[in-house]
């Protein structure tokens, strides 16, 4: 056994880590070290980062953390990450986990006045380390995420149980439509200014991670796991999705549309496309829209799962008592 190392760079932690969360290895891309890496540079290169790690037995547990200031740490995540969570190598059994954490929970007590974890799915695990460490925290549901478990079906029998409104929607706005629509799975610099221009003319505000995106979109080319859909108009784009397909999974990243185009729902006909193309094309088992509850979600999807937020504040730090005392009335009020 061997006590927690930390390091403060995602560089610094290459080495150590060997590879190991590594596209070949993690199942998930938030997961991985190279998508905290690109989040990190292009989203939050101000902010120092703190990676700790535990080992028993060849087994490990790693938390990747950002430090905004000097006792508050939290989770290295933004609205690009559909979830943030441990990563644990060498299969660690539930027991071993624990004892992981808490070693790393422990650390954390000695160096930090307060932590923020977003999003969890769970967090249960977190919350006991926290707590058996000695921390006060505090769980609390903030959001979901939409999902689409697709049970084998094809996309005909999956689309025949939409809601009627959807169904009749595409079928009105495809009959006769002057949109073209395609879907690439390799990114190049006229498909990457197609995207940018569709961007800077949809509903959305400027978009502060393009050079993110742009990175997501050139790593999951490369490892052909990208689909990168376009609505056209007269060879304009008018609406984009981003997603990226993997271990019969579909993300869906970010979606735009140029509004001045909204009465002939380029971007619904696009949705259309690309959930056949997953459903029937890549044979996905799970279609997952992120994080948010937006009202058109339940249009597509099944499930939603609740996303958590862990708080915890140091008990000894006499600071960390106001914001906790604050957060326990609102968790309680709801």
């Known amino acids: 056994m061997r006590g927690v190392r930390e390091y403060h760079s ?7 880590l060997a590879g190991r969360l590594d596209r070949a290895h993690p199942p998930g891309l938030f997961d991985r070290l190279d998508w905290y890496a690109a989040l990190h540079a292009h989203c939050m290169a101000g902010t120092p980062v703190r990676i700790l790690t535990a080992q028993e037995d060849g087994r ?7 430090a905004p200031s000097a006792r508050h740490v939290g989770a290295l995540a933004n609205w690009y990450s ?5 990563a644990f190598i060498g299969h660690p059994n539930p027991a071993m986990q624990q004892r992981l954490l808490e070693r790393i929970a422990r650390h954390l007590l000695t160096t930090s006045a307060q932590i923020g974890l977003y999003p969890l799915e769970d967090g249960a695990p977190m919350m006991q380390a926290l707590r058996h460490a000695g921390w006060f925290a505090v769980r609390r549901a903030m959001g979901g995420r939409h999902l689409l478990p697709v049970e084998g079906r094809s996309f005909a029998q999956y689309w025949a149980s939409r809601p009627g409104k959807l169904r009749s929607l ?3 706005k495809g009959r006769g439509s002057p949109f073209t629509l395609t879907i690439a799975r390799r990114l190049t610099d006229d498909l990457w200014r197609d995207y940018v221009d569709v961007h800077d003319r949809s509903w959305k505000e400027a978009e502060p991670g393009l050079d993110f995106l742009h990175d997501l979109a050139e790593r999951e080319s490369a490892a052909g796991t990208l689909r990168l859909g376009f609505a056209q108009l007269h060879g304009r784009a008018v609406a984009t999705q981003l997603w990226t397909v993997e271990n ?4 869906i990243h970010k979606l735009s549309h140029d509004a001045a185009h909204d009465r002939a729902s380029p971007g619904t006909l ?3 496309a690309m959930f056949e193309r997953a459903i029937d094309g890549d044979r996905v088992r799970l279609i997952d829209y992120g994080t948010g509850d937006n009202g058109y979600k339940t249009d597509w999807m099944e499930q939603r799962i609740p996303l958590y937020r862990i708080d915890a504040f140091n008990p000894r730090c006499a600071s ?3 914001p906790a005392a604050r957060t326990a009335i609102s968790a309680l009020v709801g």
């Open 320 to 322: 960390a008592w106001l």
């Open 82 to 86: 559909f979830s943030w969570a441990p």
């Open 248 to 251: 019969g999974v579909a993300l």
């Open 270 to 272: 696009l949705s259309h």
């Open 10 to 16: 995602l560089d610094e932690v290459r080495q150590p």
């Open 60 to 66: 490990e547990a790693w938390l990747f953390l950002l």
């Open 170 to 172: 595409v079928k009105r």
